[in-house]
């Protein structure tokens, strides 16, 4: 398969991005043709911000699974689409030609529409990183059913949380997941999660870890019984449902800076155009390319670039069930060297800890099939960079710093590998068809370069968000409400004297811990859960190897109990109530927060207090107690 939208010089780069500003409908549409479509669209883009409203390929119709999968078992039936690695280094690899892959998800969804699942119900997946998972996100595609996927280090609250949202009455799990030396008991925490949903009918489980578990009579079925049902049923086939462009393929839900994580919604046509067209440009993948991306299913990152991206593309995509540091620092390497990866798509707080380790893992690893190497979730800092650089790259492989987010489907700003140059700590350029802005505090355009500014992008692309599940007025308030006209990303943007964006941060309310969002307020209310905390806040700090750090700063009803005890107690309680992701790395008693006469806590100030900048505290002659800032600071961690 050959990719007539791939853009292979500098100035096929600069052409593009002319075409898609001069005529963005005719940009889009020429890419999307290469697509299989069930039925042409009428129109190519129907949009405003401020409701939102926003269609891509309005009227067409396809199944992104016959794009993924069907459409290449002519050619490349025989080609691995799927390789999976196992955590365990013993535990013989699996491969699925793309006519496994076909076999296999007709299957499933066999065994959906078996089980009453119905085109528009939604599914939550709660599984390891096994194909199964890949398995039975497309299987959902197939029959026109909406996928979330959660992550597995989510809590039992989490996902009641999600399930309710979603009001998604389907559940496909494992016994349990391996990851590294640990084994996670997936279904006993949706059992758990499950007493406060009684609307699902349904829990398909998968067998993978063999631990014991309890089957729920008329609930809760194995994965194993139901495919031989459809087995013995004789027929192999599961049409694709026919769905418009505009019908939602998934909801993945996401941190923002105020209350509970919201469903991000992406729709079948846009998305499906928007990650396989990045897909192909940045890694600047090549027919027979093996593409690792390291990421987990659960995040935005697995589904655009193991998953959806890299199928549509015919690609070949490993799926690595473990973790870089099990059982020891080398795995990463094992795994490139085993498989010949070409393209490792990683994110930098994995380089960073991998560092840590030296240079010794490295020894014996044959990394020479490497030709591209994508850092993504978090700003990579220079250090970083040039190790990946020099230890893995060998200098040999152009690195891509890709800046996106769960809401806009895929990759959007980044240099093209080999294509458009890189620049350590910088994502470089947007993609053709992608249209940055900075903005200042009132939303006016900061023109020209060597600026600093909020990020926003000023025209829709096919991967945008379309809504916040069952509440649009949320999306709006929260990406295109800010600025008039405009879609907020909310994270700060400095854009060098050659035009290049380097992002510095978020500037809202929103942590990035290891590249996974959580908002501060989510944390708070989950420390505010234990029976002994008054009230707490939490601001983020620079920390080694995650990037940011959870600094919380905890007043506590009683101070006579034992301090250590009682942190692993409130982290205990974040771990509950939201997952072990979330727990926080400092914790620090107070007597009082820093507040505004109105009761606001001002966390500036405890931002700073927590990242050492005693000396820019700024104005504390507002709060209605200044004294509080010099104990906090006398008992800083
Ligand atoms: O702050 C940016 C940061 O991660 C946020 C998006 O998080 P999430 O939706 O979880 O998606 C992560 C994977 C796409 C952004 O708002 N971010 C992501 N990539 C980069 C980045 N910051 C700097 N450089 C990047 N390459």
Redesign the pocket.
């Known amino acids: 398969m050959s990719y007539p939208f791939q853009i292979t010089s500098p100035e096929a780069y600069h052409q593009a991005v002319q075409k898609s500003i001069q005529d963005p409908e005719a940009f889009w549409a020429e890419i999307a043709s290469t697509f299989l479509w069930k039925k042409r669209w009428d129109k190519v883009l129907d949009w405003n911000f401020t409701e939102p409203k926003i269609e891509w390929f309005k009227g067409g119709t396809l199944n992104i699974t016959e794009n993924c999968i069907d459409r290449h078992l002519g050619q490349s039936g025989n080609k691995p689409a799927i390789i999976w690695e196992s955590n365990d280094p013993d535990e013989h690899h699996r491969v699925l030609t793309y006519r496994d892959l076909y076999n296999k998800v007709v299957q499933f969804a066999n065994v959906l529409k078996n089980n009453g699942v119905k085109k528009g119900d939604r599914v939550c997946l709660y599984m390891g990183m096994v194909p199964e998972l890949a398995i039975a996100t497309l299987a959902c595609a197939r029959i026109g059913a909406v996928h979330s996927v959660i992550f597995g280090g989510f809590s039992a609250q989490s996902i009641a949380d999600r399930l309710q949202d979603a009001q998604a009455g389907f559940i496909v799990t494992c016994d349990g997941a391996f990851r590294g030396n640990k084994e996670i008991p997936l279904k006993s925490v949706i059992d758990d999660a499950l007493v406060q949903c009684k609307f699902v009918q349904r829990v398909i489980v998968l067998t993978r870890t063999r631990t014991p578990i309890s089957m729920l009579k008329g609930r809760d079925v194995w994965w194993e019984d139901e495919i031989k049902k459809v087995e013995t049923m004789g027929n192999p086939d599961c049409p694709a449902e026919e769905m418009n462009a505009e019908d939602p393929l998934f909801i993945l839900y996401?941190s923002g800076s105020t209350g509970k994580p919201k469903g991000v919604v992406h729709t079948i046509g846009g998305y499906m155009v928007y990650t396989t067209y990045s897909f192909v440009n940045v890694f600047q993948y090549q027919p027979g390319d093996v593409h690792f991306c390291t990421?987990d299913i659960g995040?935005?990152?697995g589904h655009s670039y193991i998953v959806y991206g890299p199928l549509c593309a015919g690609a070949t995509t490993l799926i690595f069930e473990g973790v870089p540091t099990w059982p020891d620092a080398g795995r990463f390497w094992d795994v490139v060297d085993k498989f010949k990866v070409n393209i490792l798509y990683t994110a930098p707080t994995a380089i960073r800890s991998l560092m840590g380790f030296g240079n010794d893992p490295l020894i014996g690893k044959d990394l020479s099939s490497l030709k591209v190497l994508g850092?993504?979730?978090?700003?990579?800092n220079e250090e970083a960079w040039h190790w990946f650089n020099e230890k893995i790259g060998k200098k040999n492989c152009p690195i891509v710093?890709?800046?996106?987010?769960?809401?806009?489907g895929g990759?959007m700003?980044?240099n093209l590998a080999g294509i458009t140059a890189s620049k350590p700590s910088f994502?470089t350029l947007p993609l053709p068809g992608i249209q940055p802005i900075l903005v200042d505090e009132n939303g006016k355009e900061i023109e020209g370069n060597d600026v600093s500014g909020n990020l926003c992008i000023k025209f829709p692309w096919p991967g945008i968000l379309r809504t916040t599940y069952g509440d649009h007025e949320r999306c709006r308030v929260n990406y295109f409400a800010t600025y008039e006209n405009l879609y907020f990303?909310?994270?700060g943007c400095y854009r060098d004297g050659d035009g290049n964006y380097r992002?510095t941060?978020?500037v809202d309310d929103?942590l990035?811990v290891s590249?996974?969002?959580i908002g501060t307020a989510e944390v708070e209310n989950a420390i505010n859960m234990h029976a002994g905390v008054v009230e707490s806040a939490v601001v983020g700090y620079p920390h080694d190897i995650k990037g940011q750090g959870i600094y919380a700063f905890v007043i506590f009803e009683n101070t006579h109990d034992d301090e250590k005890l009682t942190k692993l107690d409130i982290i205990q309680t974040v771990s509950r109530v939201i997952g072990a992701i979330a727990k926080p790395d400092k914790i620090q008693f107070v007597t009082g927060l820093p507040k505004t006469r109105s009761g606001k806590i001002m966390r500036r100030i405890l931002r700073k207090i927590a990242e050492d900048e005693l000396g820019s505290l700024g104005d504390t002659s507002t709060l209605l107690d200044p004294d509080v800032v010099a104990d906090i600071i006398s008992g800083k961690l």
Do not use: M
């Not at 710093?401 to 806009?408: G, M």
């Open positions: 996401t990421a995040w935005i990152t850092s993504v979730g978090e700003p990579i710093d890709t800046w996106w987010q769960t809401e806009t990759i700003i980044s994502a990303t909310g994270d992002i941060g978020r929103v990035n590249g996974h969002r």
